[in-house]
């Protein structure tokens, strides 16, 4: 059975760091590609960053680029999401997706979800 599981959240200042993992069960977490959204009050999710299966490559969203930085622990089948210089616009519900199949930032992609976690950025 595939299970994918945030941890990390956490309320942090501005300017701060926070480092999300992503610890997958089910599957060889290199086979997959692994997706990063966010989804914040009142809107929409929104895809953050992705490794792609295999050589994984990677995709970053505007907001985030050069502030994020996800890798992979295939010993570990984790996914891990760096954050620094977090600002308040980041705070939101992180989640972390998985499937075998696709490429790209967009949710509705992805079959696999995690339930969750919850980051706080304060002002």
């Known amino acids: 059975e595939v299970q994918l599981v945030e941890s990390g959240g956490a309320l942090v200042q501005g300017g701060g760091s926070l480092t999300l993992s992503c610890t997958t069960s089910?599957?060889?977490?290199?086979?997959?590609?692994i997706g990063w959204f966010r989804q914040a009050p009142g809107k929409e999710r929104e895809g953050v960053s992705c490794?792609?299966?295999?050589?994984?490559?990677?995709i970053y969203a505007n907001s985030v680029k050069g502030r994020f930085t996800i890798y992979r622990d295939s010993v570990k089948d984790t996914v891990y999401l760096l954050m620094n210089n977090l600002k308040p616009e980041d705070t939101a519900v992180y989640y972390c997706a998985a499937d075998p199949g696709i490429w790209g930032l967009r949710a509705d992609m992805y079959y696999y979800w995690g339930q969750g976690t919850q980051v706080t950025v304060s002002s």
């Open positions: 490794i792609s299966s295999g050589k994984g490559r990677t």
């Open positions: 089910g599957f060889p977490v290199d086979e997959y590609t």
